[in-house]
């Protein structure tokens, strides 16, 4: 149950970190890793900002036991230079990060990615994955499903030049025949 909820940690992270990136731009994601005791995911997406060409990295640090940021999380840099090297902005990031867990402890512990939908691809419901949860053939896992469903958000003040804006609630579903449905988030 463990590793189901890992995983869908993981597919909550970079199903959001396309979310995040700035308008007119897509941030690249590279998925960091867990603490040894699986206690903490972390992932980071990085880019330059398109229009001002200034690079940024945030890192975030997840707690996977109540899927909240842990303390001074996310972390986010942004270089207000548009000479500055994306590089420098990421190095800045991966420093602030060393203080909540090592890059060492979160490389020794990278996990897998067991399903991805990136933006570029054109062909694939952006809204639900069904995935092998295991890299291994023949699989001998039920498979997982895994939807995530736009909610409209209230008390967006601040944001209204961002146009709509909307949260998301994430379900996974037993890809089985008489199987169940679980809530894991829900935007609030």
Known sequence: ?????LFAVSLAA???AS?????????DLEILGFS??????????YGVQDGSGFPYAN?????????SFLKGTPIRIRL????????????????KGEAIVSQAELSANRGITAGFNPVTELSADPHRIVVNPRPIFSPVDQPLEFRLDEI??????GCDSQGEINGFRLLRVA????????LLHEDR
């Open 152 to 157: 409209g958000m209230n008390n967006t003040e």
């Open 59 to 67: 890192r975030y640090y997840i707690d996977t036991s109540d899927d």
């Open 36 to 45: 040894k005791d699986g206690g903490v995911f972390a992932f980071e997406e």
């Open 175 to 182: 890809a089985q025949d008489g199987g169940t449905t679980k």
């Open 80 to 95: 207000d230079d548009e000479k500055a090297k994306l590089d420098a902005a990421r190095l800045e990031a991966r420093q």
């Open 1 to 5: 149950m463990r590793m189901l909820f």
């Open 19 to 27: 979310i995040a990136a700035q308008a007119g731009d897509v941030a």
């Open 14 to 16: 970079q199903l959001g």
